[in-house]
């Protein structure tokens, strides 16, 4: 090896009150899942997510919540997207995998506590999350 790994350790940095906002979101859309843009910016392989944005024409049933790519607005401040599992775990599914948008994807879990959020990378490799 020539190069040192120069990747960063990535991370996840969540304003409190952007997880509150999620996780009443996730509780009001219950039992269908709920479908969030993830506002922030990334800075040497830290997330920080400080805003939220309710997609447009976006629909959501008990299996399947989401809204087509085209749609979106291009805007560099969207970094990703929070949805809700329901059912089962926060684990990312093959479709969630598929529908991948941005740097991150967080998947919120029943009953949509503080410990219920979990933030994965586009190969479904988990990424540490911190409250700020
Ligand atoms: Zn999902």
């Not at 969030?36 to 919540?65: C, E, M, Q, W, Y």
């Not at 598929?98 to 994807?105: A, D, E, I, M, R």
């Not at 879990?109 to 490799?125: C, L, N, T, V």
Request: proline share 8%; with cysteine.
């Amino acid at each position: 090896m020539i190069f040192k790994d120069t990747k960063f350790k990535r991370q996840v940095s969540l304003k409190k009150e952007t997880r509150d906002g999620i996780l009443s979101y996730c509780k009001m859309s219950h039992p269908n899942e709920g479908i969030l843009i993830l506002r922030g910016k990334s800075k040497k392989g830290n997330i920080i997510i400080d805003g939220l944005v309710i997609p447009p024409f976006s629909h959501s049933g008990p299996t399947f919540a989401g809204f087509p790519e085209s749609f979106l607005p291009f805007d560099l401040s969207y970094v990703g997207l929070i949805h809700s599992h329901p059912i089962g775990s926060a684990k990312p599914s093959i479709t969630d995998l598929h529908n991948f948008f941005g740097l991150v994807s967080l998947i919120v879990k029943s009953p949509y506590e503080d410990d219920d959020i979990f933030a994965w990378d586009s190969k479904g490799d988990p990424i540490p999350i911190t409250i700020i």
